[in-house]
């Protein structure tokens, strides 16, 4: 383990007799003590040693206490303040502690009555180090994710990308043997080439999804108020073609007010709404319940279904490129739905998650900070 060093205390009072006995007291306690009648005697000190704290006098006739709080933290910022005072001058110490010290001590004060307030000093800057050490290290990972994930997009970019020209020509050639010699080919041999075209179509949707999730990681957003009751109703209008012939019995809302990317919001919607009726085919009738919940910080909107659920131990695969529960035959899709919920949502600042339950139904939840 690394030695600690022992807490450096810079100690002011133009009363020498004070200071030395405070000097002297703390010592005694473990601390390492540098004491000064002068303020700026005890700046320039500051140049040379890295301080902990600071307990100065508040009248003193070259800079009073407050100015040189103030001038100690311009040196340094992790520095903690404390300011011993007379009790007539106690406007003056609130004044101090406005100007940034952490606490005060009324004199005439018995010299161990200073340690607690010490402790209690050391042990706020001691988590305020912290603090700053964690929000640094949240900052650096953030920026190394950051960019990790452009690396990755503009890699899927560019891959899926490349992709599309040797599919194209597999697909033109396909197409250049039918018409040359279609008409002599055996059965089995048909039924070869029909494949052949089918995979290449499904490729190509798949590099197309691809793309588009790629895309939408780069679109910049374009932030205003979005009604979603609104959006709500636009998106199912537009699942017509989708709900046709289906009885599905719907709660919709009402859903408030908030700030957001209305194209890509509605993009969420749209997504979740359209599992939503998918996995509730088998359903004599199915039910679609879209709410949200207000809270301190944020709104929870969540999407409902009584379809065919999932096994909650996948549940956060769901949210992954291409990732599927279900098989085609059963229900179509790409799988790449949810990951571009999950992608417009956290670049809202917002959070995504599933609960469901296997053929007991589903429901979706996502987060939108206020
Ligand atoms: N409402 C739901 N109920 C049950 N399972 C669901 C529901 N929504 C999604 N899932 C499961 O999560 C998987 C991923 O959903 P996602 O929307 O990403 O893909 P998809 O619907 O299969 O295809 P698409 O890319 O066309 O949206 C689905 O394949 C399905 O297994
Ligand atoms: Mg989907």
Not at 303 to 329: E, I, P, S, W
Not at 355 to 365: L, P
């Amino acid at each position: 383990m690394a030695e600690i060093s022992p807490v450096k205390i810079l100690i002011v009072d133009d009363e020498t007799a004070q200071m030395k006995a405070l000097c002297n007291t703390l010592k005694d306690h473990g601390y390492e003590t540098f004491g000064f009648v002068s303020a700026h005697a005890a700046l320039a000190a500051m140049d040379g040693t890295n301080f902990d704290l600071l307990l100065t006098d508040l009248m003193m006739p070259e800079m009073d206490g407050i100015a040189l709080l103030k001038a100690a933290l311009q040196k340094n910022a992790d520095l903690v303040g404390i300011i011993m005072t007379g009790e007539g001058t106690i406007t003056r110490a609130v004044e101090a502690m406005k100007s940034g010290a952490l606490d005060f001590i009324l004199k005439p004060f018995r010299l161990s009555a200073i340690l607690p307030v010490l402790d209690r000093a050391l042990a706020v800057r001691r988590l305020r180090l912290e603090n700053a050490a964690l929000e640094r290290r949240i900052r650096e990972r953030t920026a190394e994710l950051e960019s990790a994930n452009e690396e990755l997009e503009s890699f899927s970019y560019s891959v899926s990308h490349d992709l599309r020209t040797p599919l194209h020509h597999i697909a033109s050639f396909v197409e250049l043997l039918d018409e040359s010699c279609g008409a002599s080919l055996a059965p089995s041999d048909r039924d070869y080439l029909n494949r052949i075209t089918a995979a290449t179509e499904k490729m190509n949707c798949l590099i197309e999804d691809l793309l588009d999730f790629s895309r939408m990681g780069r679109a910049e957003m374009r932030r205003s108020r979005v009604d979603l009751q609104n959006l709500l109703e636009t998106v199912i209008e537009e699942l017509q073609p989708e709900i046709a012939g289906r009885n599905i019995l719907w709660k919709k809302g009402p859903l408030p007010t908030v700030q957001g990317d209305p194209s890509l919001l509605r993009q969420v919607f749209s997504n979740l709404l359209l599992n939503a009726v998918k996995y509730t085919r088998p359903r004599e009738v199915a039910e679609i319940e879209i709410g949200y919940v207000h809270g301190p910080r944020e709104t929870t909107i969540f999407v409902r279904d009584n379809g065919v659920g999932f096994d909650m131990q996948y549940a956060d695969k769901l949210f992954g490129v291409f990732q599927r529960l279900h098989r085609k035959d059963e229900f179509e899709g790409t799988g790449i739905g949810l990951a571009n919920v999950r992608r417009i949502i956290a670049r809202h600042g917002g959070r995504t998650w599933a609960e469901g339950k296997f053929n007991s139904g589903a429901t979706f939840y996502f987060t939108l900070p206020h």
